[in-house]
């Protein structure tokens, strides 16, 4: 496995749909699945799924600067660590970000977010 093009293309897909339907990232959690949200820790596919979607603004564009990732564990799971920018609608300065998903195989060949944790970075 190409740890390097699973979790860039990982990446491109959780941004986009974040960007255009937060609800459609549903199906990349599961019940057991750990968001971590600037420290506020949230549990399970429709707990994140409600704190995404109830996030203070309606549109936003994520700019990826860096995707870095490793294999993790014996079960063939991955760390992708992504840094980068967050521009809201209507703002004039981008945020700058870092989020980090453990990503595990599914008995179907996919993964799913196991762990993630984002960090707003302020300057």
């Known amino acids: 496995m190409d740890t390097d093009a699973v979790s860039k293309a990982f990446v491109e897909h959780y ?29 399970g596919s429709q707990s994140i799924v409600a704190k995404l979607t109830s996030l203070p603004f309606q549109q936003c564009q994520h700019q990826i600067t860096t995707v870095d990732c490793q294999p993790s564990g014996p079960a063939g799971g991955m760390l992708v660590f992504v840094s980068g920018n967050l521009q809201l ?18 008995p179907q060949g996919s993964f799913y977010v196991l762990n993630d944790i984002f960090r707003l970075n302020y300057a």
């Open 89 to 106: 609608q209507g703002e004039q300065h981008a945020l700058k970000f870092s989020q980090m998903f453990h990503l595990m195989p599914t």
């Open 15 to 43: 941004y986009s749909t974040f960007d255009a339907n937060r609800a459609g990232l549903a199906g990349l959690y599961q019940d057991q699945s750990m968001l971590t949200f600037e420290g506020q820790k949230i549990q």
